[in-house]
């Protein structure tokens, strides 16, 4: 009887010490709990820069591609090509964070534009007048590729664009004449201008600001 009970003493003693093993065992990779700490957040993306009309990757005449760049004075005329009909924003500044101080109609046909200057993506103007009155007067900018020109070379099998705003530069292919074009920027009287995925600069003589009309 006395050894009974020392056998059952004992089996007892072995059985709580499994348990206790059980309980202190490190738990395996597939146990672990999910906490916060461990779900793995995503590392955020880069910042993209704003898409531009200049964008693409495409090869392209040498310009100032962002808001960043400094300014150039230029003197052209070109015409409002937005279609928005609530209006082409006239900001306070180059860039989409200032404020909008005026509105160009974009129903009324025929708006054209003075600009006196380009910055990143963006022109200023210092007028703007339909056929029917003063659209605006005074300064402030407007997004470049919302604004158009034409091409002279009339009679002739188009006009040359060229790497920069020089006509000592090299010519990187020809626009056919009487065609519109979207305005990239301006320098001088130089107009940067790309159509159908050629961007290049267009000589005085070879642009026309007006939609309607002939530049003869």
């Known amino acids: 009887m006395r050894i009974l009970l020392i056998s059952t003493k004992l089996l007892g003693s072995l059985a709580t010490a499994c ?9 395996q990779t597939g146990d672990t709990p999910i906490t916060e700490n461990t779900i793995s957040t995503p590392a955020p993306s880069s910042a993209q820069a704003p898409q531009s009309t200049s964008s693409g990757g495409k090869p392209v005449a040498a310009s100032p591609n962002n808001a960043a760049s400094s300014q150039r004075a230029c003197s052209i005329g070109a015409y409002v090509i937005d279609k928005d009909p609530q209006g082409l924003n006239v900001r306070s500044g180059p860039g989409n964070n200032y404020n ?3 509105k160009l109609p974009t129903t009324t046909a025929g708006v054209i534009v003075d600009l006196t200057a380009f910055q990143g993506d963006w022109v200023q103007l210092t007028k703007a007048e339909s056929a029917e009155r003063m659209e605006f007067q005074g300064t402030g900018w407007v997004y470049a590729r919302l604004l158009g020109t034409s091409t002279r070379g009339y009679g002739t099998e188009g006009v040359s664009v060229y790497s920069s705003p020089s006509a000592e530069s090299s010519a990187l292919g020809r626009i056919p004449p009487s065609t519109s074009v979207t305005l990239l920027g301006c320098d001088r009287s130089w107009a940067l201008v790309e159509y159908q995925g050629l961007k290049g600069w267009l ?3 070879s642009q026309c600001g007006n939609p309607f009309t002939t530049c003869s």
């Open 19 to 27: 348990q206790n093993s059980d309980l202190s065992s490190t738990p």
């Open 203 to 205: 000589e005085p003589e």
């Open 100 to 102: 909008v101080v005026d």
